[in-house]
T-cell receptor
Framework: GEDVEQSLFLSVREGDSSVINCTYT??????LYWYKQEPGAGLQLLTY?????DMKQDQRLTVLLNKKDKHLSLRIADTQTGDSAIYFC???????????FGDGTTLTVKP | DADVTQTPRNRITKTGKRIMLECSQT?????MYWYRQDPGLGLRLIYY???????NKGEISDGYSVSRQAQAKFSLSLESAIPNQTALYFC????????????FGPGTRLTVT
Protein backbone atom coordinates (compact mmCIF):
# COMPACT_ATOMS: atom_id res chain seq x y z
CA GLY A 1 0.00 0.00 0.00
CA GLU A 2 0.88 3.65 0.03
CA ASP A 3 3.63 4.78 2.35
CA VAL A 4 4.76 8.20 3.53
CA GLU A 5 8.03 8.60 5.40
CA GLN A 6 9.57 11.51 7.26
CA SER A 7 12.29 11.91 9.84
CA LEU A 8 11.04 12.01 13.41
CA PHE A 9 12.91 14.97 14.89
CA LEU A 10 14.38 18.33 13.87
CA SER A 11 15.92 20.96 16.11
CA VAL A 12 16.78 24.49 14.97
CA ARG A 13 17.66 27.84 16.52
CA GLU A 14 15.20 30.70 16.49
CA GLY A 15 15.63 32.79 13.36
CA ASP A 16 17.14 29.97 11.31
CA SER A 17 15.33 28.20 8.47
CA SER A 18 13.80 24.78 9.05
CA VAL A 19 13.49 22.17 6.33
CA ILE A 20 11.29 19.13 6.91
CA ASN A 21 11.49 16.38 4.33
CA CYS A 22 9.03 13.69 3.26
CA THR A 23 9.02 10.88 0.74
CA TYR A 24 5.99 9.02 -0.57
CA THR A 25 5.43 5.98 -2.73
CA UNK A 26 2.06 6.49 -4.44
CA UNK A 27 2.75 7.72 -7.96
CA UNK A 28 -0.94 8.59 -8.39
CA UNK A 29 -0.87 11.12 -5.54
CA UNK A 30 -2.90 14.14 -6.52
CA UNK A 31 -2.60 16.35 -3.46
CA LEU A 32 0.23 16.59 -0.97
CA TYR A 33 -0.26 18.31 2.35
CA TRP A 34 1.56 19.59 5.38
CA TYR A 35 -0.38 19.55 8.64
CA LYS A 36 0.71 21.06 11.96
CA GLN A 37 -0.19 19.63 15.35
CA GLU A 38 0.35 21.76 18.42
CA PRO A 39 0.40 20.16 21.89
CA GLY A 40 -3.02 18.98 23.02
CA ALA A 41 -4.69 19.77 19.73
CA GLY A 42 -5.78 18.11 16.52
CA LEU A 43 -4.03 18.52 13.21
CA GLN A 44 -4.53 21.68 11.18
CA LEU A 45 -3.74 22.09 7.52
CA LEU A 46 -0.70 24.30 7.05
CA THR A 47 -0.38 24.23 3.29
CA TYR A 48 -0.83 21.93 0.33
CA UNK A 49 0.42 21.50 -3.22
CA UNK A 50 -1.11 19.91 -6.29
CA UNK A 51 0.97 17.19 -7.91
CA UNK A 52 1.30 19.24 -11.11
CA UNK A 53 3.16 22.00 -9.25
CA ASP A 54 6.85 22.22 -8.35
CA MET A 55 6.73 24.89 -5.73
CA LYS A 56 4.32 26.85 -3.61
CA GLN A 57 5.14 29.80 -1.40
CA ASP A 58 2.92 31.17 1.34
CA GLN A 59 4.52 33.85 3.52
CA ARG A 60 7.25 32.08 5.55
CA LEU A 61 6.39 28.68 4.11
CA THR A 62 7.84 27.20 0.93
CA VAL A 63 6.80 23.78 -0.33
CA LEU A 64 8.94 22.02 -2.91
CA LEU A 65 7.77 18.94 -4.79
CA ASN A 66 10.03 16.65 -6.80
CA LYS A 67 7.53 14.35 -8.41
CA LYS A 68 10.18 12.24 -10.14
CA ASP A 69 11.80 11.38 -6.80
CA LYS A 70 8.48 11.48 -4.89
CA HIS A 71 10.02 13.95 -2.46
CA LEU A 72 8.23 16.77 -0.69
CA SER A 73 9.79 19.38 1.57
CA LEU A 74 8.54 22.18 3.79
CA ARG A 75 10.79 25.12 4.46
CA ILE A 76 9.95 27.52 7.27
CA ALA A 77 11.88 30.78 7.05
CA ASP A 78 12.82 32.74 10.18
CA THR A 79 11.63 29.94 12.46
CA GLN A 80 10.02 31.12 15.69
CA THR A 81 9.46 29.36 19.00
CA GLY A 82 5.74 29.29 18.13
CA ASP A 83 6.59 27.02 15.22
CA SER A 84 7.53 24.23 17.64
CA ALA A 85 5.04 21.45 16.86
CA ILE A 86 4.69 18.13 15.08
CA TYR A 87 4.49 18.44 11.30
CA PHE A 88 2.77 15.73 9.28
CA CYS A 89 3.20 15.10 5.59
CA UNK A 90 0.18 13.50 3.86
CA UNK A 91 -0.81 12.48 0.38
CA UNK A 92 -4.14 11.79 -1.28
CA UNK A 93 -4.89 10.25 -4.62
CA UNK A 94 -8.19 11.06 -6.26
CA UNK A 95 -8.89 7.34 -6.69
CA UNK A 96 -8.46 6.52 -3.00
CA UNK A 97 -10.23 9.59 -1.67
CA UNK A 98 -8.44 9.25 1.64
CA UNK A 99 -5.11 10.46 2.91
CA UNK A 100 -2.02 8.58 4.01
CA PHE A 101 -0.05 10.34 6.73
CA GLY A 102 3.60 10.15 7.67
CA ASP A 103 4.63 9.56 11.27
CA GLY A 104 5.23 13.26 11.91
CA THR A 105 8.38 15.32 12.47
CA THR A 106 8.72 16.98 15.85
CA LEU A 107 10.24 20.44 15.33
CA THR A 108 11.90 22.00 18.34
CA VAL A 109 12.91 25.66 18.10
CA LYS A 110 15.52 26.77 20.60
CA PRO A 111 15.77 30.43 21.62
CA ASP B 1 -18.18 26.98 17.81
CA ALA B 2 -15.83 24.24 16.69
CA ASP B 3 -16.59 22.69 13.32
CA VAL B 4 -15.66 19.16 14.42
CA THR B 5 -16.38 18.15 17.99
CA GLN B 6 -15.54 14.98 19.85
CA THR B 7 -16.97 13.62 23.08
CA PRO B 8 -15.68 12.73 25.55
CA ARG B 9 -12.34 14.58 25.49
CA ASN B 10 -10.83 12.25 28.07
CA ARG B 11 -11.91 8.81 29.21
CA ILE B 12 -10.48 6.20 31.52
CA THR B 13 -12.08 2.78 31.30
CA LYS B 14 -11.36 -0.77 32.41
CA THR B 15 -10.41 -3.75 30.30
CA GLY B 16 -13.46 -5.49 28.86
CA LYS B 17 -15.76 -2.50 28.99
CA ARG B 18 -17.65 -1.25 25.95
CA ILE B 19 -17.01 2.36 25.10
CA MET B 20 -18.27 4.73 22.43
CA LEU B 21 -16.52 7.84 21.14
CA GLU B 22 -18.68 10.34 19.32
CA CYS B 23 -17.93 12.82 16.58
CA SER B 24 -20.13 15.59 15.20
CA GLN B 25 -19.45 18.08 12.44
CA THR B 26 -21.12 21.25 11.25
CA UNK B 27 -19.09 21.61 8.05
CA UNK B 28 -21.58 19.74 5.87
CA UNK B 29 -18.84 17.39 4.65
CA UNK B 30 -19.73 14.01 3.26
CA UNK B 31 -16.58 12.18 4.33
CA MET B 32 -15.65 11.28 7.89
CA TYR B 33 -12.71 9.39 9.38
CA TRP B 34 -11.48 7.90 12.64
CA TYR B 35 -7.75 7.76 13.41
CA ARG B 36 -5.68 6.77 16.39
CA GLN B 37 -2.40 8.42 17.25
CA ASP B 38 0.34 6.68 19.17
CA PRO B 39 3.75 8.21 19.96
CA GLY B 40 6.19 7.52 17.11
CA LEU B 41 3.52 5.81 15.00
CA GLY B 42 1.83 8.82 13.51
CA LEU B 43 -1.82 8.61 12.53
CA ARG B 44 -3.36 5.29 11.65
CA LEU B 45 -6.74 5.05 9.95
CA ILE B 46 -9.32 2.92 11.75
CA TYR B 47 -12.49 3.40 9.68
CA TYR B 48 -13.79 5.89 7.15
CA UNK B 49 -17.12 6.73 5.59
CA UNK B 50 -17.77 8.54 2.31
CA UNK B 51 -21.49 9.00 2.98
CA UNK B 52 -24.19 7.77 5.34
CA UNK B 53 -24.52 4.36 3.68
CA UNK B 54 -20.81 3.81 3.15
CA UNK B 55 -18.45 2.33 5.77
CA ASN B 56 -14.89 1.19 5.02
CA LYS B 57 -12.21 -0.46 7.11
CA GLY B 58 -8.91 1.29 7.51
CA GLU B 59 -5.55 -0.24 8.28
CA ILE B 60 -6.30 -1.11 11.94
CA SER B 61 -10.03 -1.85 12.22
CA ASP B 62 -9.78 -5.00 14.39
CA GLY B 63 -11.38 -4.46 17.79
CA TYR B 64 -13.34 -1.40 16.61
CA SER B 65 -16.70 -0.75 14.98
CA VAL B 66 -18.35 2.41 13.69
CA SER B 67 -21.77 3.82 13.01
CA ARG B 68 -22.65 6.70 10.67
CA GLN B 69 -25.92 7.81 12.17
CA ALA B 70 -26.29 10.87 9.95
CA GLN B 71 -24.15 12.94 7.62
CA ALA B 72 -22.99 14.95 10.63
CA LYS B 73 -22.35 12.11 13.09
CA PHE B 74 -19.82 9.27 13.10
CA SER B 75 -19.24 7.22 16.23
CA LEU B 76 -16.48 4.77 17.07
CA SER B 77 -17.04 1.85 19.43
CA LEU B 78 -14.65 -0.41 21.27
CA GLU B 79 -16.74 -3.48 22.01
CA SER B 80 -14.38 -4.86 24.66
CA ALA B 81 -11.59 -2.43 25.45
CA ILE B 82 -8.03 -3.70 25.96
CA PRO B 83 -4.97 -1.81 27.29
CA ASN B 84 -3.24 -1.57 23.89
CA GLN B 85 -6.18 0.55 22.69
CA THR B 86 -4.92 3.30 24.97
CA ALA B 87 -4.27 6.14 22.54
CA LEU B 88 -5.35 9.54 21.29
CA TYR B 89 -8.30 9.21 18.90
CA PHE B 90 -9.13 11.78 16.25
CA CYS B 91 -12.17 12.26 14.09
CA UNK B 92 -11.78 14.14 10.82
CA UNK B 93 -13.95 15.26 7.93
CA UNK B 94 -13.30 16.18 4.33
CA UNK B 95 -15.12 17.30 1.22
CA UNK B 96 -14.28 15.70 -2.10
CA UNK B 97 -14.97 18.98 -3.85
CA UNK B 98 -12.32 20.81 -1.85
CA UNK B 99 -9.20 18.75 -2.43
CA UNK B 100 -9.74 16.25 0.36
CA UNK B 101 -8.21 18.54 2.98
CA UNK B 102 -9.09 17.04 6.34
CA UNK B 103 -10.51 18.95 9.29
CA PHE B 104 -9.70 17.37 12.61
CA GLY B 105 -11.50 17.35 15.91
CA PRO B 106 -9.62 18.11 19.13
CA GLY B 107 -9.12 14.43 19.97
CA THR B 108 -10.21 12.02 22.69
CA ARG B 109 -7.58 10.70 25.06
CA LEU B 110 -8.57 7.15 25.97
CA THR B 111 -6.88 5.14 28.71
CA VAL B 112 -7.74 1.48 29.20
CA THR B 113 -6.56 0.07 32.53
Amino acid sequence: GEDVEQSLFLSVREGDSSVINCTYTDSSSTYLYWYKQEPGAGLQLLTYIFSNMDMKQDQRLTVLLNKKDKHLSLRIADTQTGDSAIYFCAETSTNAGKSTFGDGTTLTVKP
Amino acid sequence: DADVTQTPRNRITKTGKRIMLECSQTKGHDRMYWYRQDPGLGLRLIYYSFDVKDINKGEISDGYSVSRQAQAKFSLSLESAIPNQTALYFCATSDADRGYEQYFGPGTRLTVT
